[in-house]
Every structure is written in C-alpha cells, then in structure tokens.
C-alpha cells in the first residue's frame, strides 16, 4: 500500500499510510483505538476503497472493489466484528456461497466432512452441524478461522483475534499461524496485547492518528512499543490503589443452575476488586448473568447489602445498584444507531431528572466528562456508535455504568480490545470507584490484568469455584492450575491454595 489515504465526514481516519507485507511474515499493526487499522485492513478485504493512493499485489496495481475482488487475489480476512450468519450451521458458514455440489444440490455430507477437519485444524470442539447462534463468542472466532483457512489464502488478515480468546485457544491460534507462515502465507495481525508482538510477529508497523509513525522489529522492547504508539511512556500498567476493605455489598450463596454453575458462593466488600478467572466455558459470565438477573438460577441467593434480590430480575438487581458490564457489548451494550450522548445517557436517564425532567445539558456535560477522560476518539458527541471504532466503542459500553453510579459494578471482560493507554484510564475509573466505597466483581481472562487488579481472585472450573487466591501474592501458573481442575473431585478444605509472595 503505498501514500493511501481514507477519509469519512468529519474524520481523516488514514493519511499518507505506507504498508507492505511479505510472503512468510507475521506483520503487526499496532495502534491506539480509532488509529485507523481496521480502515487499513478494509481496504485490502474490499469493505473500502481508498481516497487516494494504491495498492500492488506482487508488484501490480490492483483494484479491490468487494470481497469477491478481494478473495480472487488470495486475500482471506477475520474481522474484528464477527461476520458469521447466526441462523446458518457452522458447516454452512464456512462454505458460504461455495458450498460443495453434487448433482447439482449441496453435498451437506461432504461440506460436513470437510468442516470437521478444518475444525480439527483448528482444535475446536465444535460439531460441525451446530448452529452459529448458538456458540459463544470465544468459538465463534474458532470458526471464523476455520473460515479463512478454508479458502486457503496467500494473505491473511486477522483483526484482533486474540481479544476473546484465552491463553489455551491463542497457543493453538499461534500454532496455525506459525504454519502458514512456513507455507509462505502472509500474515497481517492486530492486537492490543504487547506480549503477543515479540512472540508470534516478524515486524510491526505503528499507526498513529491516521499515520504511519514507524516500522520496527518484533522484538522491540515492549516500553517502546507503547511510546511509539501512545507519543508517551506509560509507568505503571495496573495502578490498584488496595485500601482495607468494608463491610461486604454482594453476598452469594449456593447459587446453582443445572448444566451451568453449581454451588457458586463469594462475598464482595466495600471497597475490593475481586476477580474472576477461569478458562472460557467455566461459567463465569453465567454466574455474573444469574447475580444481575440477567438470567435466572435453580437455587441460592443473591444478596445486596442483606436484601435478597429476586431471581432474574434485572430492574430490582438495577434498583438495588448492581450494574453489569456484559462481555457480549455488540449485542447487549450499545444501540449502535444511537449517538455518542445517547449511548451514555441511557443507563442515567431518569436519574438525572430535575422537576420531573431529564436534565438534558447536565447529561451532556457528564457524557462530555466520561468520553474526555477515556479518551474516546470521535468527531462528537453526536456521532453514531456504529461508526466509533471497536476500541472506542467498547469504551462507552464501560463509560456508560460507570456514569451509572453503580454500588456494585460487575465488568465482563473490561479491557478487550482497548489500547493500553486507555485500559489505564479505566483502572484509574476503578480506583476511582473502590476508593469511594463501591465493590467490583471482574470476570477477566486477561492473568496480568486480573492478578494486577483485583484483591482477591477467585478461580472458577466446570461451573464451579475451584480457589481463592490472594492476588498480591498469586501467579499466572497458580490460577492456571487451579482453572484445570475438577472442583467436584476436591473437598472443600482442599480449595483454598495460599501461594508463597516472590513467585
Ligand atoms: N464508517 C465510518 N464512518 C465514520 N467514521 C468511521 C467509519 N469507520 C471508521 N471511522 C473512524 O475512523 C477512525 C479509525 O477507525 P478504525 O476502526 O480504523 O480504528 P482502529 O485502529 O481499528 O481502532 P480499534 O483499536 O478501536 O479497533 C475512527 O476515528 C473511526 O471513528
Ligand atoms: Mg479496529
């Protein structure tokens, strides 16, 4: 890609960008939220087409004008929002519009049979007849992959797509890239994790506002890698601010949904960060769901500063000060037709109310405040959510309850997808919140961010909580042991693990 420039109204979203890539390469983009990647990738899948500037494939000038154009010049792309059709069976998305034929009529056995093998590929455990509505999100990026092996690309394009995955499933995404990479593929990757860059990446190039600030190695240290993005350094990466903590704010006891969580039992203070990890599929969000009333539970309680709250009842859990900040924010966080102010405005509404009324400016004031302090990239405050960023958005989603003034804030997977710089804004948020005597319960598959942050970590296996850890004193290995374990195997007595500090 050589001087291409895209710009959409009110935003020069690239400018003057240079990009090449290689045949056996993992190239990195690295950028703030809203630096301009996913544009930079949409105009090599065909979503876009730039303003100025051009494009070479092996040399040649070329015009990609749609995903057809796109797939014709072998370049396969994972996107950051998922582009499955939910109602269609795994099999069927992946084989899209070329389905396998025989006699004329689809060949299901045939495009099943394939399926399962690009699944095995990818080492998912999913049959190939399910339907896509029904996975979770960490599978739907499974499939996604298995979608682009399938067309068996020279370029492959991969828009974050380690962000809902945890440590299990991105050593098994390494293991595939690093094999197309010996086959001479070309592999262009996105990721707000650092750590991922020297591991799995040949070079990096870093956008900045649009720009192309640099190319570098992989293996720069990674202190400069955030200078080169951010335009500063940044000292302390998880800045907890632990206090004693008070009198306990969410108390559960016993809380079991058959075939999903069993006996789930935790206290959560004034003042505490208290996380919760564990491998996808342990049933953490279940759990989070079942505690806001999201969804309901056969058994327990779920109590808030001692009043019970009714089962699956979002407005008591609400009216009570429980707010939720779902993992799934595309579907259950933004009304993405919606503007910036009324996407923040939408927890608050009626509290802010003076005489009866909204009180309009003052709402705008507070969104004003919120998207200043996170650093949200936008033209406005009028502009459509749709059209923010993935980063950015998912900064609302966030922005949005801690507007809210919740007393105690459950966070899904706080920091997916958000540039480094910010997830320390947000930390701060939370400091902010801690410090002012709310409580915090966050699910994070993120170890250095969970172990960062928190106080306590408790550590969740097949529905169940297999150990509580001090998070001063316990390491990435320790909660990994204990998210392999089987929880209804141990006695209770044996749960709790105390790990010695300096390890
Ligand atoms: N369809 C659109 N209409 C208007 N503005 C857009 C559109 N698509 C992107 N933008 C703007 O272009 C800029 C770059 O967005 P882009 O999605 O490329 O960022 P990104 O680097 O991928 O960020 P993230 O890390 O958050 O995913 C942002 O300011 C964004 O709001
Ligand atoms: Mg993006």
Request: net charge negative.
């Given at each position: 890609m050589e001087g291409v420039r895209k710009t959409f109204p009110g935003v020069v979203?690239?400018?003057h960008v240079d990009f090449d890539l290689r045949r056996g390469e993992v190239h990195v983009l690295l950028g703030e939220n809203g630096a301009g990647k996913s544009t930079l990738i949409k105009m090599l899948s065909g979503a876009h087409r730039p303003d100025q500037g051009r494009i070479l494939v092996g040399g040649e000038p070329v015009r990609i004008n749609g995903a057809q154009d796109a797939e014709r010049l072998g370049i396969a792309t994972i996107y950051q929002e998922f582009n499955l059709v939910?109602?269609?069976?795994v099999a069927e998305n992946i084989f899209l519009g070329r389905q396998p034929r025989r006699f004329g009529l689809v060949d299901r056995r045939r495009m099943n049979a394939d399926a399962a093998g690009l699944l095995a590929r990818v080492g998912v455990d999913v049959?190939?007849?399910?339907?896509?509505?029904?996975?979770?999100i960490a599978r739907l990026q499974m499939v996604e992959i298995a979608k682009a092996l399938s067309l068996d690309a020279r370029v492959l394009i991969m828009d974050?797509?380690?962000?809902?995955?945890?440590t299990g499933e991105v050593d098994k995404l390494f293991g595939i890239v690093r094999a197309l990479r010996e086959d001479g593929v070309g592999v262009v990757f996105i990721t707000h994790?650092?750590?991922?860059i020297a591991a799995l990446g040949d070079r990096v190039t870093v956008l900045r506002d649009g720009r192309s600030v640099t190319q570098v190695p992989a293996d720069t240290a990674e202190a400069e890698l955030v200078r080169l993005m951010v335009g500063r350094s940044i000292?302390?990466?998880?800045?907890r601010q632990r206090a004693a903590a008070g009198d306990p704010l969410l108390k559960v006891t016993g809380l079991t949904r058959h075939g999903a969580f069993t006996d789930v039992g935790f206290e959560v203070r004034a003042g505490e960060v208290v996380g919760l990890a564990g491998?996808?599929?342990?049933?953490r969000t279940e759990v989070v769901r079942a505690v806001f009333g999201a969804d309901s539970y056969d058994s327990g309680t779920v109590e808030v500063l001692g009043e019970r709250l009714p089962r699956g009842d979002v407005n008591a859990a609400m009216d009570a000060g429980v707010g939720l900040v779902p993992e799934d924010r595309k579907g259950?966080?933004?009304?993405?037709?919606?503007t910036v102010e009324e996407n923040l405005g939408l927890v608050t509404l009626g509290r802010g109310t003076r005489y009866g009324f909204v009180d309009r400016s003052a709402q705008r004031h507070e969104a004003d405040r919120i998207a200043g302090q996170l650093k949200v990239?936008?033209?406005?405050?009028?502009?459509?959510?749709?059209?923010?960023?993935g980063g950015n958005q998912q900064k609302l989603v966030i922005g949005k309850w801690l507007l809210a003034d919740s007393k105690v804030l459950i966070l899904d997977?706080?920091?997916?997808?958000?540039?480094v710089g910010a997830k320390v804004e947000i930390y701060q948020l939370v400091n902010e919140l801690t410090a002012s005597g709310h409580a915090v319960l966050m699910v994070s598959s993120d170890l250095p961010e969970v172990l960062g942050m928190s106080d306590r970590v408790l550590v969740m296996a097949k529905g169940r909580i297999a150990g509580e850890l001090d998070a001063t004193k316990a390491t990435q290995d320790a909660v990994m042991a204990l998210a392999v374990?089987?929880?209804?195997?141990?006695?209770?007595?044996?749960?709790k693990v105390e790990v010695p500090r300096g390890h």
């Open positions: 979203a690239l400018d939910p109602e269609l069976s049959a190939p007849q399910t339907r896509v509505g029904d996975l979770g974050e797509p380690t962000a809902v995955l945890t994790h650092l750590e991922e000292e302390a990466q998880y800045p491998l996808v599929g342990a049933g259950q966080g933004l009304v993405l037709g919606a990239r936008m033209a406005g405050l009028d502009q459509q959510v749709r059209t923010l960023s997977e706080p920091t997916r997808g958000i540039d374990t089987d929880p209804a195997a141990t006695r209770p007595s044996d749960r």
